[in-house]
């Protein structure tokens, strides 16, 4: 079946990096669309980033300039490398196809920016 699992969240400080991953499987993950969601508490979900399987990528806003989503086919697998990290990116962390499937969240991966 079709299961996303992402990981690499943790505490960072403001200013700081993290890399996560989603590992794909149950799918084609060479010809999906693919996205990166966050929730943060009391707010909606919302995409972050998405990335077509040419590499074709589109961002929020608000994290242009320091988030970077990458894919590996041959490991189906996502990247998001997060850079200059600020107390608002505080939130769980999702992947998903672009737009999103309501039935294949996963747990997420919890990211904390706090000094």
């Known amino acids: 079946q079709v299961q996303f699992v992402e990981s690499g969240g943790g505490l960072v400080q403001p200013g700081g990096s993290l890399r996560l991953s989603c590992a794909a499987s149950?799918?084609?993950?060479?010809?999906?669309?693919m996205g990166w969601y966050r929730q943060a508490p009391g707010k909606q979900r919302e995409l972050v980033a998405s990335?077509?399987?040419?590499?074709?990528?589109n961002y929020l806003d608000s994290v242009k300039g320091r988030f970077t989503i990458s894919r590996d086919n041959a490991k189906n697998t996502m990247y998001l490398q997060m850079n200059s990290l600020k107390s608002e990116d505080t939130a769980v962390y999702y992947c998903?196809?672009?737009?999103?499937?309501?039935?294949?969240w996963g747990k997420g991966t919890l990211v904390t920016v706090s000094s």
């Open positions: 990335i077509r399987s040419g590499g074709i990528t």
């Open positions: 149950g799918i084609i993950f060479s010809i999906a669309v």
């Open positions: 998903n196809y672009a737009p999103a499937t309501t039935n294949y």
